[in-house]
């Protein structure tokens, strides 16, 4: 590999008959790569956001001529014009607008999102509102009346809505942070809060399945299956031998011909759980792709990202290696793709999860020397954040900042 060029990793994309457009997992970064071309182009450095972050987008979705970046540590909404290429940043109230909500952060904002009749809807993660977004105007709207149930139900402090499936105009949401289903009528905007009746420490991934509704533990557990007409449940956890995982075992449920497949979050087994009798195996030839040490720089915490299933065909991008996998379930043949570009970013990034740096302090390991306006652009990105900038600098910090920087 050619040591000027940097491998890329993604969590999100959106893919179109000659290309895909997708956001860099651990700095900020708008990339295309279009087919037959061996790099990805960098399109744009999202503008008044973190330039050295872990996830700042985790969905992006395209309308006509503008993509939608969704924020989940990144600050704002972004709207990127692939004609103009011109970001239009779309700013979010703050989570004290909304008043006092435990669960509430201004980190993790929305880990996935829904487009149903030219309206996005932005669904909360940790943000206090599912926002909906007129994809024609830019309009914003904000629907919160659900959130004050699901603080009232909580059993944990995870999150409000942590993945979705849609069946016609309903978006049924699987609940981090109680035992519950929350019903999205994105046509008439009505949401519906649905309790699961059993013990548990939240869901994660969900899928419907006719009258049938499949749920992933949060923390830890068994896979849920929740009988609609019935109000029962039925729970599946003898797992495979050698299956562990402490948090977060999977990230969301997909169906195929024989059964349903559990895409591994922080477990280290994609798992084949046969609807009729229950049993779950190890699908050994697609765990073996995610086995073993994560590579020199590779950030990620999860074993897999940007998963999706296509008939026999399952992709995902590997956290371990930053490599994108097509694996075929039945034979186990796969195809490896390595997305590389020639923009250059400094070795060790400035890397920062939320609003805490990597390390949760202002400590940086240097893999080589800072020089003085690298270090200074760190430490005026840090209070840029904090929105305490004159506090920290003081007229002696400005005044050495203004002559390296040559203001």
Not at 54 to 59: D, I
Not at 326 to 351: M, S
Not at 357 to 366: A, K, M, N, V
Not at 376 to 400: P, Q, S, T, V, W
Request: hydrophobic share 35%.
């Amino acid at each position: 590999m050619d040591k000027n060029k940097v491998k890329l990793s993604f969590e999100t994309y959106i893919k179109e008959a000659d290309k895909i457009w997708f956001t860099t997992y651990d700095h900020n970064g708008l990339y295309c790569k279009r087919s037959g071309n061996k790099d990805a182009v960098l399109v744009g450095i999202v503008p008044y956001e973190r330039r050295y972050a872990l996830r700042l987008y985790a969905s992006m979705k395209k309308y006509g001529n503008n993509i939608f970046l969704v924020p989940f540590f990144a600050n704002e909404i972004a709207v990127y014009n692939t004609v103009s290429k011109i970001f239009t940043k779309l700013p979010l109230k703050k989570i004290d607008e909304f008043g006092q909500k435990k669960l509430a952060n201004e980190n993790a904002k929305f880990w996935c999102s829904e487009v149903y009749d030219g309206f996005l809807f932005l669904l909360p993660h940790n943000y206090p509102a599912m926002v909906i977004i007129n994809m024609r105007t830019l309009e914003i709207n904000y629907v919160s009346n659900f959130i004050n149930e699901l603080e009232l139900q909580s059993v944990n402090n995870e999150a409000y809505i942590t993945d979705v499936c849609v069946e016609n105009e309903i978006a049924y949401c699987s609940c981090g942070c109680a035992q519950i289903i929350v019903k999205i009528n994105m046509k008439s905007r009505n949401v519906t809060i649905c309790k699961i009746p059993i013990c548990g420490n939240g869901f994660n991934g969900i899928l419907k399945l006719g009258t049938h509704i499949w749920l992933t533990p949060r923390i830890k557990g068994g896979v849920v299956c929740y009988c609609i007409k019935r109000n029962t449940v039925t729970l599946y956890e003898k797992y495979p031998d050698g299956f562990t995982a402490s948090y977060v075992p999977f990230h969301t449920l997909y169906q195929c011909e024989k059964g349903i497949i559990l895409f591994p979050n922080l477990s280290d087994q994609f798992i084949l759980l046969n609807i009729k009798t229950g049993e779950m195996e190890n699908i050994k030839h697609v765990s073996d792709l995610i086995s073993g040490d994560k590579i020199e720089d590779t950030y990620g915490f999860d074993n897999t990202m940007a998963y999706s299933i296509d008939g026999k065909t399952i992709s995902f991008m590997s956290g371990k290696d930053y490599s994108f996998y097509r694996v075929n379930i039945d034979t186990g043949e796969f195809y490896k793709t390595e997305f590389y570009t020639t923009n250059v970013y400094p070795q060790k990034r400035f890397l920062s999860l939320g609003n805490l740096s990597l390390w949760e302090c202002d400590l940086i390991g240097e893999s080589e020397p800072f020089d003085s306006c690298m270090f200074i652009e760190y430490i005026k990105e840090r209070h840029r954040l904090r929105n305490d900038e004159d506090k920290f600098l003081g007229a002696e910090g400005k005044e050495i900042y203004a002559k390296l920087v040559g203001i």
